[in-house]
């Protein structure tokens, strides 16, 4: 393997992060970095964010984040009930935009970062280079794959708003890549004003989307064959 071979490798490998966030760590992190989550997520969506906000409004300004979200990081989705013995049956990402009202706010009071999908607004960009943070884009249509990255879950706060509720849910080997980083690069405005500069960033974009395919193909396959087996079961019974 060429030297260049091996840099373009460790490129893609890619980066395991533990939660809550080391800030020193999130520095380092670049836009279009492939990375592995690990540790407590905090899932909530439009109705819970405005929820929180309002809390937010009664509290002083200097007050911590309530529900220990200070240095946490918001994953944007609604799982589906609990499944196949595991938490959720399915857990993908929602619209990252539809909660930018809400982020900016967020960031500056202590959020460490964001999961969701698509592009933000310029408040997001610059509330992720003033604080430091960033927001990680989670690959849209893998929610049943998602889910088996989750370990548990735990409602925290606005239960009455069902999949929408704050929930504390622990997950490993969860995966992402850096959609806007510390610095404020965008990997949505990387790949459409610096085409050249970035390839090895759009590299890495398609990597994690390789895999996380090849593993749902992984689970289908399975799926297949358990079917076919009991079909055969089934069958011989009949016959009997």
Not at 148 to 172: F, H, N, P, Q, W
Request: charged share 25%; hydrophobic share 40%; net charge negative.
């Amino acid at each position: 393997m060429s030297s260049e071979e091996s840099k373009t490798s460790a490129a893609l490998e890619p980066k395991r992060l533990q939660t809550p966030f080391d800030r020193a760590q999130l520095a380092n992190l670049k836009a279009g970095d492939c990375c592995l989550i690990s540790g407590p997520l905090y899932t909530l969506r439009d109705a819970g964010h405005i929820r929180l906000l309002e809390e937010l409004d009664g509290m002083a300004s200097d007050a911590p984040l309530p529900y220990d979200l200070d240095g946490q990081a918001i994953f944007y989705a609604g799982p589906t009930p609990a499944a196949a013995g595991r938490p959720f049956g399915a857990v993908g990402p929602t619209t990252a935009s539809r909660m930018d009202f809400a982020a900016p706010r967020l960031y500056d009071r202590g959020i460490a970062a964001t999961i969701g999908k698509g592009k933000r607004s310029a408040a997001v960009h610059d509330a992720c280079k003033r604080n430091g943070v960033v927001y990680f884009v989670a690959t849209g249509g893998a929610a049943a794959y998602l889910a088996k990255c989750v370990i548990s879950s735990e409602t925290i706060a606005y239960g009455d708003l069902g999949t929408e509720a704050l929930r504390c849910i622990r997950v490993r080997d969860f995966p992402v890549f850096v959609g806007i980083d510390a610095a404020g690069q965008d990997i949505y405005d990387l790949e459409e004003n610096e085409p050249k500069e970035i390839e090895p960033k759009g590299s890495r974009i398609l990597f994690c989307y390789f895999v996380v395919v090849l593993l749902l193909g992984l689970v289908a396959v399975g799926i297949l064959f358990r079917a076919f087996d009991t079909a055969f079961v089934e069958r011989d019974k009949w016959m009997k």
